[in-house]
């Protein structure tokens, strides 16, 4: 047996801890602190609810975070357990450990550990913790020590606490259950809870306008709207100034020449912090250039799917300085005329030291048009992922392609096109030829073995 997989007898304690459900709870009380980060660990893989609750109401450290945990859904009843867990009020028994918990984080976060490093501090420090809103724990602590030596400021027996989460307002009863939870909690607190809401998805944001009254959306980071009227989107971005994200889609607008665009335009462009836009089924054909100079020129990562740009949108495209130092770009289901492919190769030409994902699927791309633009391609030095899926390509251009693109290093992985001849009926999968498509598969495998880049994944897309 590995030793690796050898349980410690910290391993076997915590195992016989936790099928003694009220020994444990109990034991909460006198147990070193240093117990507490796997025990919390065990109790929330095993989804142990009762645990976690008493975990969190006598959690010794100044935060908790889910962090790497898995949780199976987004909104689980062990996350509501730990919101059931949180001492709002003060303790009134004479117990050994007062709860010292002030910040608890429900996101999943890779690069989060399960608490921060104890800082010596007049306040709670915590990585994660808010820093735009006035109701944050450390804008709160703040104006207490500011006040602390003032006799007749009356000090409050509620300590200032902050509850991180992700939501998802999706419809689903599951999401409007776990909001319940929330909410209550909030309500319970009288003011002493700051619920901080960083990555906000709304579905349909008509159903939701009296719950979204509750949040403070100066915190949210990452904004994502399906289905809502441009009006009701420019009524949150006014609240938004510190997005790093914004993904719109299907948003309902009459035109783009009317007073709810330029209101639109009016809060996008405070936006300096935004890194990323994603625009799909957004109707701006002609319009674009509006748009792209009120972005901030740090933009990273911009989508334009399913938004029928035209010529004059290519040419504001290639021409923006907002868009000249993108990392990715995808421009997915976009179907313009490539008679004339000049301002899209000039936009690769602006990206070549930038761009790392170009994803160009749907977009009637013919052997002409990736002729052209397989030169200034081949330039993009820094490009690892490339995406032209669905798009009627012929064999003898898809192999130039490959030759081209072999000197990339950083290029791992390529989805491209079944070849036109492999249907007897273009992109129609029923007239597939799965001889034609198996000798296309060992043709390019091929050719990457003779370059000696077999650490490039070229991935055929036949749908």
Not at 117 to 122: E, M, R
Not at 183 to 197: D, I, M, T
Not at 245 to 260: D, Q, T, V
Not at 378 to 398: D, E, G, K, Q
Request: glycine share 2%; charged share 20%.
């Amino acid at each position: 047996m590995d030793q690796t997989e050898i349980p410690t007898l910290l391993d076997l304690a915590i195992q016989n801890l936790m099928v003694n459900e009220p020994v444990l709870i109990h034991a909460l009380e006198e147990i070193p602190r240093e117990l507490f980060i796997p025990l919390f660990i065990a109790a929330f893989s095993g989804e142990r609810k009762n645990i976690l609750k008493a975990i969190v109401s006598t959690w010794p450290f100044r935060c908790l975070h889910v962090g790497t945990l898995r949780v199976q859904e987004p909104h689980c009843e062990v996350l509501e357990a730990m919101i059931d867990g949180l001492q709002i009020l003060p303790v009134q028994n004479s117990s050994t450990r007062a709860p010292k918990l002030r910040v608890l984080d429900l996101r999943q976060d890779a690069d989060c550990r399960t608490t921060c490093t104890d800082i010596s501090s007049k306040f709670p420090f915590c990585f994660q913790s808010c820093i735009y809103s006035q109701q944050s724990i450390l804008k709160i602590q703040e104006a207490c020590n500011n006040t602390a030596n003032s006799e007749s400021q009356p000090q409050s027996s509620r300590k200032p606490m902050e509850l991180l989460v992700d939501l998802y307002f999706d419809g689903t009863l599951r999401s409007r259950k776990f909001l319940s939870v929330l909410l209550n909690k909030v309500e319970q607190s009288f003011g002493s809870l700051h619920l901080c809401c960083r990555d906000l998805q709304i579905s349909k944001t008509s159903d939701y306008k009296s719950t979204l009254k509750f949040l403070d959306l100066v915190c949210t980071d990452h904004l994502g709207i399906d289905q809502a009227y441009l009006s009701e989107v420019s009524t949150l971005l006014a609240q938004m100034i510190h997005l790093d994200s914004l993904s719109l889609s299907r948003i309902i607008f009459r035109s783009c020449k009317g007073k709810n665009f330029r209101n639109f335009l009016t809060h996008l462009g405070q936006m300096d912090n935004l890194e990323e836009l994603s625009l799909s089924f957004f109707s701006i054909r002609d319009q674009l250039n509006k748009l792209l100079r009120v972005l901030p020129p740090e933009l990273d990562f911009l989508y334009l799917t399913f938004c029928e740009l035209s010529h004059k949108d290519f040419i504001s495209l290639s021409q923006s300085l907002q868009a000249n130092h993108l990392k990715l770009l995808n421009l997915s289901n976009t179907q313009i005329s490539w008679e004339y492919s000049e301002p899209f190769v000039t936009l690769l030409e602006n990206l070549s030291g930038t761009l790392q994902h170009l994803e160009i699927d749907s977009c009637l791309i013919t052997d002409s048009t990736l002729s052209a633009v397989i030169p200034t391609l081949s330039r993009c030095s820094h490009l690892r992922v490339l995406s032209f899926a669905s798009n009627p390509i012929t064999m003898p251009v898809l192999k130039h392609l490959l030759q081209q693109l072999t000197p990339l290093m950083e290029l791992k992985y390529v989805i491209y096109p079944v070849p036109v001849h492999c249907y007897e009926q273009w992109n129609s999968h029923d007239t597939l030829n799965q001889q034609k498509l198996a000798e296309v598969k060992a043709q390019l495998k091929g050719m990457l073995q003779a370059a000696q880049r077999e650490d490039m994944n070229w991935t055929m897309c036949s749908e």
